[in-house]
């Protein structure tokens, strides 16, 4: 079949995903262009300015620096010259029910300390999780993070000695248990499941690996919000050559003879592809933008797998300044389990949730006027379903949230210059995501995390994925990586066909 020699990589979402797979490809020589449908890059990491105050609307917290640094080194730059990343500490302060508030930090003399003032029998064993997280990372980042899809060669090529540290049949909370007896250190440890959108008494014990992440390696603040980061890919893949239309909804994909070989515009313009990477959601891929006579099967089988979590965000402009609260913060609920059984049983918000709270103003004040703050309130959400109706829920779930941190000690709500929100259904809208989740498919199946989709579409030729539902995850520095192994995927397959 014949196909231009000029005609464009094409690559479908301009999220962090898609950026990092234009840079690798257009790097490498070839001629890359990005359709965006929304007015603004960034995907998920989006951000709100109004009534003068600025929101980053997307992930805040950020980890695992050296895959920012090696996506901007592929192409002979320096991450340090596009945003300046600034660590943070303490990493979160996390408050109690009970008025305990402990400052998480990778000062390791410091975190002890800590412990032992409310669970001196815990020090050894917060010491030997630590030791556990960092070996799960090293064996499980090999297989699932840092390499290609796992394969069975992949598997077979590590020590048996080593595979069986993969922790896949217990759940978070069960490894977490068998380290720490206090209720507060397993809650702290169990909130990492929700950076992937799970529950930590289903989630895979495999996941661990994101607290040797955050409590080892450390969070890091772009100087002027997350979204600078959005802002810097951007900037490389200009400068790389690649060409960025925004404004541009994609609305099929064109297969011809098993290839994807084009897509369709809403706007009636169509656009000749070699090849088509999709930094939009798997399961909205194959739903939506494949023909419908193409991969029945899959499109059904994606669409059967429960997504993972989705969030309902808070976007306050509040007068007067917190000096209590640190760059990020965690206010749990007073009872987790049944927090998450509403959550993944019942699918609703439950009543009392665990509310985190940043204020970039903190880090940078032009972003709220002077004497106030811009928080950025989130809670944990189910996808969209049946069960819970946001469009008559929403005004409740944030009253409840504001009188939870009035609770606290934290009442704004005479102070609120401005409110807006975001919920699971404007999640979808914006960024296609299936059902409003944030990670694809939900991790709540300790067997779903030998099932996230591959980078190369198995049933038409051509098609690549890169972003959070694909290899390896969700995440800023995961869909950075997901946008390189779609990118050598891509790049190998085309130098075959030559």
Same mark, same amino acid.
């Given at each position: 079949?014949?196909?231009?020699?000029?005609?464009?990589?094409?690559?479908?979402?301009?999220?962090?995903?898609?950026?990092?797979?234009?840079?690798?490809?257009?790097?490498?020589?070839?001629?890359?262009?990005?359709?965006?449908?929304?007015?603004?890059?960034?995907? @998920?990491?989006?951000?709100?300015?109004?009534?003068?105050?600025?929101?980053?609307?997307?992930?805040?917290?950020?980890?695992?620096?050296?895959?920012?640094?090696?996506?901007?080194?592929?192409?002979?730059?320096? #991450?340090?010259?596009?945003?300046?990343?600034?660590?943070?500490?303490?990493?979160?302060?996390?408050?109690?029910?009970?008025?305990?508030?402990?400052?998480?930090?990778?000062?390791?003399?410091?975190?002890?300390?800590?412990?032992?003032?409310?669970?001196?029998?815990?020090?050894?064993?917060?010491?030997?999780?630590?030791?556990?997280?960092?070996?799960?990372?090293?064996?499980?980042?090999?297989?699932?993070? +840092?390499?290609?899809?796992?394969? #069975?060669?992949?598997?077979?090529?590590?020590?048996?000695?080593?595979?069986? @540290?993969?922790?896949?049949?217990?759940?978070?909370?069960?490894?977490?248990?068998?380290?720490?007896?206090? %209720?507060?250190?397993?809650?702290?440890?169990?909130?990492?499941?929700?950076?992937?959108?799970?529950?930590? +008494?289903?989630?895979?014990?495999?996941?661990?690996?994101?607290?040797?992440?955050?409590?080892?390696?450390?969070?890091?603040?772009?100087?002027?919000?997350?979204?600078?980061?959005?802002?810097?890919?951007?900037? #490389?893949?200009?400068?790389?050559?690649?060409?960025?239309?925004?404004?541009?909804?994609?609305?099929?994909?064109?297969? @011809?003879?098993?290839?994807?070989?084009?897509?369709?515009?809403?706007?009636?313009? +169509?656009?000749?592809?070699?090849?088509?990477?999709?930094?939009?959601?798997? =399961?909205?891929?194959?739903?939506?933008?494949? %023909?419908?006579?193409?991969?029945?099967?899959?499109?059904?089988?994606?669409?059967?797998?429960?997504?993972?979590?989705?969030?309902?965000?808070?976007?306050?402009?509040?007068?007067? =300044?917190?000096?209590?609260?640190?760059?990020?913060?965690?206010?749990?609920?007073?009872?987790?389990?049944?927090?998450?059984?509403?959550?993944?049983?019942?699918?609703?918000?439950?009543?009392?949730?665990?509310?985190?709270? =940043?204020?970039?103003? @903190?880090?940078?004040?032009?972003?709220?006027?002077?004497?106030?703050?811009?928080?950025?309130?989130?809670?944990?959400?189910?996808?969209?379903? %049946?069960?819970?109706?946001?469009?008559?829920?929403?005004?409740?779930?944030?009253?409840?949230?504001?009188?939870?941190?009035?609770?606290?000690?934290?009442?704004?709500?005479?102070?609120?210059?401005?409110?807006?929100?975001?919920?699971?259904?404007?999640?979808?809208?914006?960024?296609?995501?299936?059902?409003?989740?944030? +990670?694809?498919?939900?991790?709540?199946? %300790? #067997?779903?995390?030998?099932?996230?989709?591959?980078?190369?579409?198995?049933?038409?030729?051509?098609?690549?994925?890169?972003?959070?539902? =694909?290899?390896?995850?969700?995440?800023?520095?995961?869909?950075?990586?997901?946008?390189?192994?779609?990118?050598?995927?891509?790049?190998?397959?085309?130098?075959?066909?030559?």
């Amino acid at each position: 079949m014949h196909i231009s020699e000029s005609a464009p990589l094409v690559v479908i979402g301009a999220g962090l995903g898609g950026l990092s797979a234009a840079i690798h490809l257009v790097a490498a020589g070839e001629r890359v262009v990005i359709l965006e449908q929304n007015t603004a890059v960034g995907g @998920k990491m989006s951000l709100l300015q109004a009534d003068g105050f600025t929101w980053d609307c997307g992930p805040s917290v950020i980890t695992m620096r050296p895959a920012l640094e090696n996506l901007f080194a592929a192409a002979g730059r320096r #991450l340090a010259d596009y945003v300046t990343l600034s660590p943070v500490a303490p990493l979160t302060r996390y408050f109690y029910p009970d008025g305990t508030v402990f400052d998480a930090t990778r000062d390791l003399p410091d975190m002890l300390r800590q412990i032992a003032a409310f669970a001196p029998h815990d020090v050894e064993g917060y010491l030997a999780f630590l030791s556990h997280a960092a070996a799960l990372h090293r064996v499980a980042g090999q297989l699932f993070i +840092y390499n290609d899809p796992p394969t #069975l060669a992949s598997a077979f090529g590590i020590p048996l000695r080593d595979v069986l @540290k993969v922790d896949i049949w217990r759940t978070m909370h069960g490894a977490h248990r068998t380290y720490v007896r206090s %209720p507060k250190l397993q809650q702290l440890l169990g909130r990492f499941a929700t950076y992937v959108g799970g529950s930590p +008494y289903q989630t895979s014990a495999v996941y661990n690996v994101i607290a040797h992440v955050e409590l080892s390696d450390g969070i890091w603040y772009p100087q002027g919000g997350a979204y600078q980061l959005a802002r810097a890919y951007q900037r #490389l893949a200009e400068e790389l050559g690649v060409e960025i239309r925004t404004g541009s909804r994609v609305t099929g994909i064109t297969v @011809k003879e098993g290839c994807a070989r084009g897509v369709s515009l809403a706007d009636g313009d +169509y656009l000749e592809a070699r090849a088509v990477i999709a930094n939009v959601d798997v =399961t909205t891929v194959y739903r939506e933008l494949l %023909p419908p006579e193409i991969a029945l099967r899959r499109r059904r089988s994606l669409s059967r797998i429960e997504p993972s979590g989705s969030g309902f965000a808070l976007l306050l402009g509040i007068e007067g =300044t917190f000096p209590a609260l640190a760059q990020h913060n965690i206010f749990f609920s007073s009872d987790y389990r049944r927090e998450f059984e509403a959550l993944f049983r019942r699918r609703i918000v439950p009543r009392e949730a665990t509310i985190y709270v =940043t204020a970039t103003s @903190k880090a940078d004040p032009e972003h709220a006027p002077e004497g106030c703050e811009n928080w950025f309130v989130l809670v944990n959400a189910p996808p969209i379903g %049946p069960e819970f109706d946001w469009e008559l829920e929403a005004g409740a779930v944030a009253d409840a949230i504001l009188a939870q941190l009035a609770d606290y000690g934290y009442d704004v709500r005479s102070r609120l210059r401005c409110q807006y929100h975001l919920t699971p259904r404007d999640i979808a809208e914006h960024t296609g995501a299936w059902r409003g989740a944030l +990670y694809g498919l939900s991790p709540n199946d %300790p #067997l779903n995390v030998l099932r996230r989709p591959i980078n190369r579409a198995s049933e038409v030729r051509s098609l690549y994925f890169a972003g959070g539902t =694909t290899h390896p995850g969700g995440g800023v520095p995961m869909v950075t990586l997901s946008g390189g192994v779609a990118a050598r995927m891509a790049l190998a397959d085309l130098l075959k066909a030559d």
